[in-house]
Every structure is written in structure tokens, then in C-alpha cells.
């Protein structure tokens, strides 16, 4: 069974630029939830997909959006980036009921 | 809104001794609750879990962690430390309504000494 896979690893990019982060969910799943998790502070809930379709948001801007695909992978967008975006950006997927997710290593953004 | 406190931000432990970390949760109803750990760079594992039944569950690596209603906390406990468990330990709480949607503590970093 393969875990929850999250590319790139790492990540530099410059104010107003935009990024995409890349998501695989665990075999069998098929909601995936993005957080942000800034330095010393614990991850935040961006949003959630379920079969496709945002599930729930969490309070961040528009500029972050989503998308997931019909193998339940899924990506992060993220607009015209801010030095404040720099985090580390974890992904989680859930199987059935949901309430147990599954983390990946993260992608570290850095914004400059 | 839920929130989840996490009232040590720094825990230092010798190793062997024993390990109490606190969480504290509000909440109008008995959320699901959860421990993870965090190693540098890395991303959260699993530590246990608590649903209903049993106020008291196991989980991986040794831990433990006690669910008072009464108290509105989901204490993590474990009775000998090795020097592996350094790591940040993080409590969070889901909605049962809204599966999937976690709100984390802010964390307490563990430092073990030899």
C-alpha cells in the first residue's frame, strides 16, 4: 500500500509569482484535504476534496484553489504569492467516514 | 468555533522518565480526537486516536492518551522516554459532522535528554 506522496519537496519563488503543488492520495482514498503550517504553529485547513469537488474551506483567500483528479490525486494552487504563503504545505487523504487522514511529508514553500 | 490548546510549548524530559503532554479542546460536543508527531521537515504520523468507548487508548510507539469529558482534554502520556520521541506533538480535533477537516494545537516540541 502506498502512502501519501506530496512533489516538490521543496520549492523558492518570488512575490506575485504563482505555484502548484502536487498531491498522490493513499491507494483506496478518495478525499484529500490541504493545510498550511507556518513556522511554529500547528497545520491550518485550507479546504477539502471529495470525488472531485470542494468539500469545505477552511479561511484562506481565493487565490488558493484546488483540484482533484478522477485517480483522487490532487493539486494546490496558489496566486499571486505573498512573503506570508511561505509554510509548509501538507497534504492528507481519508478512505471511507474520513475522520482518520493520513499525512504527507509536505512541500516547503519559500516566497521571496 | 473549535479551537485546541496546547499549553506547553516546550517540554524538556530526560530519558526514561515519564511524559505527560496536555491538550485542552473546545468544543460544544465530543469531537473525534486525535496525537500526531512531527519530526523535522517531515510530515505528522499517527500517534492514536479516540472516537468513543473507552476514555483510555493505545497507540503506536508506546503512547497513551486519557479522554476526560469533563476536563475537555486528551492528555498524551507515555511512561518511559527514549531519546527517539524528541519530535513536535501535535493534539487535534475533528467535527464528527465535518470528517476530515482538523484543528490543530500549535503544538509542544519534546526534548529529551540523555
Known amino acids: 500500500e502506498t502512502g501519501v506522496t506530496q512533489s516538490p519537496t521543496h520549492l523558492i519563488k518570488t512575490r506575485g509569482q504563482q505555484v502548484t503543488l502536487r498531491c498522490s492520495s493513499q491507494?483506496?482514498?478518495?478525499?484529500v484535504s490541504w493545510y498550511q503550517q507556518a513556522l511554529g504553529q500547528g497545520p491550518q485547513f485550507i479546504f477539502q476534496y471529495y470525488r472531485e469537488e470542494e468539500n469545505g474551506r477552511g479561511n484562506f483567500p481565493p487565490r488558493f484553489s484546488g483540484l482533484q483528479f478522477p485517480n483522487y490525486s490532487s493539486e494546490l494552487n496558489v496566486n499571486a504569492l505573498e512573503l506570508d504563503d511561505s509554510a509548509l504545505y501538507l497534504c492528507?487523504?481519508?478512505?471511507?467516514?474520513?475522520?482518520?487522514?493520513?499525512f504527507g511529508p509536505g512541500t516547503r514553500l519559500l516566497v521571496l | 468555533a473549535q479551537s485546541v490548546t496546547q499549553p506547553d510549548i516546550h517540554i524538556t524530559v530526560s530519558e526514561g522518565a515519564s511524559l505527560e503532554l496536555r491538550c485542552n479542546y473546545s468544543y460544544g460536543a465530543t469531537p473525534y480526537l486525535f496525537w500526531y508527531v512531527q519530526s523535522p521537515g517531515q510530515g505528522l504520523q499517527l500517534l492514536l486516536k479516540y472516537f468513543s468507548g473507552d476514555t483510555l487508548v493505545q497507540g503506536i510507539k508506546g503512547f497513551e492518551a486519557e479522554f476526560k469529558r469533563s476536563q475537555s482534554s486528551f492528555n498524551l502520556r507515555k511512561p518511559s522516554v527514549h531519546w527517539s520521541d524528541a519530535a513536535e506533538y501535535f493534539c487535534a480535533v475533528v467535527q464528527n459532522t465535518n470528517a476530515g477537516k482538523s484543528t490543530f494545537g500549535d503544538g509542544t516540541t519534546l526534548t529529551v535528554k540523555p
Open positions: 491507494s483506496g482514498h478518495n478525499t
Open positions: 492528507a487523504s481519508s478512505g471511507v467516514g474520513g475522520e482518520t487522514q493520513y
